[in-house]
């Protein structure tokens, strides 16, 4: 296998089994997330869960595949991938709706998890620019993510070495 398959199977694997692990531990704490805030806030505090759930039930059968691979795997793994991009899209979209109370949820999540929270950090962190920022990284990783996936495609989608042709006798 060439190096940048290498690299890319093991980042691969590396984003899929920590986003897991990252929406099972939200899933234990939810009511703490600065997520669950800011969907609570717009209204949709139970569509945040039925966000979750799906993320977390995604996550969980990525992260199988990611691990054993099979024909399904990527399929699953690119629409776990792709989930995630529209989840923090929609996210942002409602953070970015009321920065004032984002950043006083982020604030409020760090200190019920017992994390030192800078209010000055979090002003910088959600101005519109700071979001910006963050809705970019987010993005790039997950791209980076699929990009891996496609590199390593080969590993769920064997080859039978001929172009079958639809329609073609």
């Not at 984002?102 to 910088?124: C, H, I, M, V």
Request: include cysteine.
């Amino acid at each position: 296998m060439p190096y940048v398959q290498q690299v890319s199977l093991w980042y691969l694997t590396i984003f899929v089994l920590l986003s897991a692990r990252k929406n099972f531990r939200l899933a234990l704490q939810f009511t703490r997330s600065t997520d669950h805030a800011i969907f609570h806030a717009a209204g949709m505090g139970s569509e945040f869960l039925g966000c979750l759930t799906a993320s977390l039930v995604l996550d969980v059968a990525a992260s199988y595949y990611v691990v054993r691979p099979q024909p399904i795997g990527f399929g699953v793994i690119l629409a776990s991938l792709t989930y995630a991009a529209i989840y923090n899209i929609v996210a942002f979209g409602l953070a970015s709706e009321n920065l004032t109370a984002t950043k006083a949820a982020y604030l409020r999540s760090r200190e019920l998890r017992g994390f030192p929270a800078n209010p000055e950090t979090a002003s910088k962190v959600f101005s519109p620019g700071g979001m910006k920022a963050a809705l970019g990284i987010a993005l790039f990783f997950t791209i980076a993510s699929i990009g891996a996936l496609a590199a390593n495609r080969w590993r769920f989608l064997p080859t039978t070495g001929t172009i079958v042709r639809h329609g073609a006798a």
